[in-house]
């Protein structure tokens, strides 16, 4: 990976994953075949992800088979076309194109949870971290019958490749000059992505890419 595509620390990819909190859930399934993958939200608790999923998702089957797994994270990206990479007298025909985003994948021992009382308290914990605002009844007491029919998920992360694209391979001028059009163009993940680019430039004022 290119060294301007690196985080810039720990607490970089922890942002992002945290102010994403949606991902994908990638097992390898008994008997071989293309890897399972179960789209899910989650909530990154430490180094552990905590999600849960139906009993019947093929990736418990996955996960009893083999409990290393992989949760992947991208998102906020932007395709910025070639004429935007020319400024002052350059060329925008030879400008080249590319494509500005997040990417972060978190692998480690996937262990599965059934306990009707422990999968309560995961499932609590979720809710208490994407809805802090709105209280909740204990799900033992209220939905009981219904945790027999999912499964919690507990994501021991042990290994973490992180790569944040936003024109890391370009002077000051050019970067600014791309997260301008960005900004102006505001389609989805446009602005997040101009976040990225002028928080990843020293001095650069600007809203923080992870507010939301």
Same mark, same amino acid.
Do not use: C
């Given at each position: 990976?290119?060294?301007?595509?690196?985080?810039?620390?720990?607490?970089?990819?922890?942002?992002?994953?945290?102010?994403?909190?949606?991902?994908?859930?990638?097992?390898?399934?008994?008997?071989?075949?293309?890897?399972?993958?179960?789209? %899910?939200?989650?909530?990154?608790?430490?180094?552990?992800?905590?999600?849960?999923?139906?009993?019947? +998702?093929?990736?418990?089957?996955?996960?009893?088979?083999?409990?290393?797994?992989?949760?992947?994270?991208?998102?906020?990206?932007?395709?910025?076309?070639?004429?935007?990479?020319?400024?002052? %007298?350059?060329?925008?025909?030879?400008?080249? /194109?590319?494509?500005?985003?997040?990417?972060?994948?978190?692998?480690?021992?996937?262990?599965?949870?059934?306990?009707?009382?422990?999968?309560?308290?995961?499932?609590?914990?979720?809710?208490?971290?994407?809805?802090?605002?709105?209280?909740?009844?204990?799900?033992?007491?209220?939905?009981?019958?219904?945790? !027999?029919?999912?499964?919690?998920?507990?994501?021991?992360?042990?290994?973490?490749?992180?790569?944040?694209?936003?024109?890391? +391979?370009?002077?000051?001028?050019?970067?600014?000059?791309?997260?301008?059009?960005?900004?102006?163009?505001?389609?989805?993940?446009?602005? !997040?992505?101009?976040?990225?680019?002028?928080?990843? %430039?020293?001095?650069? /004022?600007?809203?923080?890419?992870? %507010?939301?």
């Amino acid at each position: 990976m290119p060294a301007a595509d690196r985080p810039l620390d720990d607490e970089e990819w922890r942002a992002f994953v945290a102010a994403q909190g949606f991902g994908h859930l990638v097992a390898n399934p008994p008997g071989g075949g293309l890897p399972v993958v179960a789209p %899910t939200q989650f909530v990154l608790d430490g180094d552990i992800v905590i999600a849960h999923v139906a009993a019947a +998702n093929p990736l418990v089957d996955a996960l009893v088979h083999d409990p290393r797994a992989l949760l992947a994270v991208a998102g906020d990206w932007a395709f910025v076309p070639s004429s935007w990479k020319a400024i002052g %007298t350059e060329d925008p025909r030879r400008g080249v /194109p590319t494509t500005y985003y997040a990417a972060v994948q978190l692998a480690g021992r996937a262990e599965l949870v059934a306990d009707a009382a422990e999968l309560a308290a995961l499932l609590a914990r979720q809710l208490d971290a994407l809805q802090p605002e709105i209280g909740i009844d204990d799900p033992l007491e209220v939905h009981r019958a219904k945790l !027999a029919s999912i499964r919690g998920v507990r994501l021991h992360v042990d290994e973490v490749v992180a790569k944040f694209k936003f024109g890391g +391979n370009v002077d000051e001028a050019h970067r600014r000059a791309v997260a301008d059009r960005l900004d102006a163009r505001g389609g989805p993940g446009d602005r !997040a992505a101009a976040a990225h680019a002028r928080r990843r %430039t020293p001095d650069a /004022p600007g809203p923080s890419a992870f %507010t939301r």
